[in-house]
């Protein structure tokens, strides 16, 4: 079956570093990848998706890069700020349906 | 406003006393699904629905039930709760079933407290 796998959190930054978080599928056949953000207390917002290999999804600052040699999707920011500060998460859905795969989360701390 | 709509957002019952949660959307999305969130664990699904008075088992169906009399709402339906239930639930909605770009629009929330 389909599987996401994302680096346990929590990720601690300072505003205006680099930000990775890692991501990694298993999954048969040309899978959709996309990249939830959940703020504190709310639902989950999509905040980028790719569908094919090598696309780049990229939204707010954010990118990331369809590998399917890889079988990787990892999320990255050039400069986080305070705000970002959520739970990531990567999820994977696959050619039937629209059931969606997802990682654990990673939680995003970013100080001032 | 497109808007996926959950009630309550809060609830803490005791084990056994029957539950509904409703979830709403306003967007014509053929598709629906639930979802619980567990601390590292990500979301997992526990069923979903491609459109009126069809329904199919997710990933953790055992102790859940869940209808679609209509297309803009499927309730969750806890029979029976138990304290493993306790969690956060989310319900989601999309469009054109089968169309793996179409993203999934999340509601806000339910988080269950079984005692």
């Known amino acids: 079956g389909n599987s996401v796998t994302q680096m346990e959190g929590p990720v601690t930054l300072s505003e205006e570093a680099f930000l990775t978080i890692n991501c990694t599928y298993t999954a048969t056949g040309y899978p959709s990848l996309f990249w939830y953000v959940q703020y504190p207390g709310e639902g989950l917002q999509l905040l980028l998706k790719?569908?094919?290999?090598?696309d780049k999804g990229s939204n707010k600052g954010f990118e990331a890069t369809y590998r399917k040699e890889t079988t990787s999707f990892h999320l990255e920011k050039g400069s986080v700020q305070v705000s970002d500060s959520a739970v990531y998460f990567c999820?994977?859905?696959?050619?039937?349906?629209?059931?969606?795969?997802f990682g654990g989360g990673t939680r995003l701390m970013v100080k001032p | 406003e497109a808007q996926v709509t959950q009630n309550p957002r809060y609830l803490i019952t005791v084990t056994g006393k029957k539950l509904t949660v409703t979830c709403s959307q306003n967007m014509n999305h053929e598709y629906m699904s639930w979802y619980r969130q567990d601390p590292g664990l990500g979301l997992r699904q526990i069923y979903y629905?491609?459109?009126?008075?069809?329904?199919d088992k997710g990933d953790v169906p055992e102790g859940y039930k869940v209808s679609r009399k209509e297309k803009r709402n499927f309730p969750l339906i806890l029979e029976s709760p138990s304290p493993n239930q306790t969690s956060l639930y989310f319900c989601?909605?999309?469009?054109?079933?089968?169309?793996?770009?179409?993203?999934?629009?999340f509601g806000d929330g339910t988080r269950l407290s079984i005692l």
């Open positions: 629905s491609m459109n009126v008075e069809v329904t």
């Open positions: 999820a994977l859905r696959g050619n039937a349906g629209n059931m969606l795969t």
């Open positions: 790719a569908t094919k290999a090598d």
């Open positions: 989601a909605s999309s469009s054109r079933t089968g169309n793996s770009n179409q993203p999934q629009h």
